[in-house]
């Protein structure tokens, strides 16, 4: 049988891959090497039942599993290995994660429709949260959330309209007549309610049904941004002004971790039920999530510092910038090794390499800086 150990470290080996490639827009290669990371992990876990290996383990790797089951879809099994590693002694704050982990497997169930009928033009919003209690939720952080759709709907109309981006000021007459939201009365879900893109008027789709058009394109284009596919979500928005804006509201509709930690949008397309759910927390600066990865070579100077964890055989270094910042460091062999050195030295360096994500730098070369010592003194006359 092979050891738990060798699963885990391949597991995350194939699920930082997957995390690359979705940063590089090869989605259907991260969704292969995300399906293979579930089954390691997965039988990783079942080891750590069946050999009854300690805590915290057990239920650091039930977790793990847990998340990847909701990542590729399998709910079912993600409640399952969560209420296994519940049904064990784990440390406090894992069973808090546990708990919070199962609240989104259930907030899956509140984005299914059961028996609510939606037209093409309308959208089911749910949001899930310490802020947010069945059937009830906090004004502001509703009101902000349903105006925040409003602005991305006019806005991509107005992109696909090719109308020139206005900094500031209503929508023109044409996108603000027709494009109204309308919103439902609350269901006692987490906080589900009905929403209606339509003419002010009477309601309805009107002429070519953009508005159901327009709702799928803001649909899709928040997909990509919760999944961190912003090569794609740029060909989909090419005017600059339009796609910070597009970030920029984004953010503010995500989830803030604590108050709203999930929100989900339910649409028909044809005919067929969709379900979006956003679970990355929004940043102050949304520019600085919208990382889009090239083959660019970055040189940079910092210190290498490392990072203890239990895993020793996959060591993690990183690189501190002089603002402050970190970089996450990827490399292999020799070059790894030098810069595990160095970081024990606390030895400033010279590097270059590519940012293949937001967090991480692909290493090509490592040096370290030589030490300054200061002016020479003058020879003697």
Do not use: W
Request: proline fraction near 3%; aromatic fraction near 4%; include cysteine.
């Amino acid at each position: 049988m092979m050891d738990l150990r060798i699963l885990h470290s391949e597991a995350m080996d194939l699920l930082e891959k997957a995390v690359i490639q979705r940063a590089q827009g090869k989605v259907a290669a991260a969704k292969r090497n995300l399906a293979d990371a579930f089954k390691k992990e997965h039988a990783a876990a079942r080891l750590a039942v069946s050999e009854q290996v300690a805590e915290p383990t057990r239920a650091i790797l039930l977790k793990s599993a847990a998340h990847l089951a909701v990542d590729v879809g399998e709910n079912r099994v993600a409640e399952q290995l969560i209420c296994t590693a519940l049904a064990g002694d784990p440390p406090d704050e894992i069973a808090e994660e546990l708990r919070s982990a199962l609240e989104e497997i259930g907030f899956h169930r509140h984005l299914e429709l059961r028996g609510i009928e939606l037209q093409s033009n309308d959208a089911q919003l749910v949001l899930v949260g310490n802020s947010i209690a069945p059937g009830m939720a906090e004004a502001d952080e509703f009101t902000t959330r349903v105006n925040t759709i409003e602005r991305l709907i006019q806005r991509t109309s107005e992109s696909e309209r090719r109308i020139k981006y206005r900094g500031q000021g209503p929508p023109t007459q044409q996108v603000e007549r027709a494009l109204k939201l309308f919103v439902g009365l609350p269901r006692a879900a987490s906080y589900a309610v009905s929403l209606r893109v339509a003419d002010s008027k009477d309601q309805a789709e009107f002429q070519f049904a953009e508005s159901a058009q327009i709702l799928n394109l803001v649909v899709d284009r928040l997909g990509m941004y919760d999944q961190e596919d912003f090569v794609k979500l740029q060909e989909a928005i090419p005017d600059k002004q339009y796609y910070d804006n597009f970030v920029q509201l984004a953010s503010e509709l995500s989830p803030d971790g604590d108050r709203v930690r999930l929100v989900g949008l339910t649409t028909l397309n044809d005919g067929k039920e969709r379900q979006l759910q956003m679970r990355r927390p929004s940043r102050a600066d949304a520019k600085a999530i919208a990382f889009v990865p090239t083959n660019e070579l970055r040189r940079l100077r910092g210190r290498v510092f490392f990072i203890n964890t239990k895993d020793e055989e996959n060591p993690v270094v990183k690189l501190e910038l002089d603002d402050g910042s970190e970089l996450k460091l990827k490399a292999e062999g020799d070059v790894l090794q030098k810069a595990v050195e160095f970081s024990a030295k606390k030895r400033r360096v010279d590097i270059s390499g590519i940012q293949i994500t937001r967090t991480t730098l692909q290493v090509n070369q490592l040096k370290a800086l030589r030490r300054y010592k200061g002016k020479s003194k003058k020879k003697a006359q």
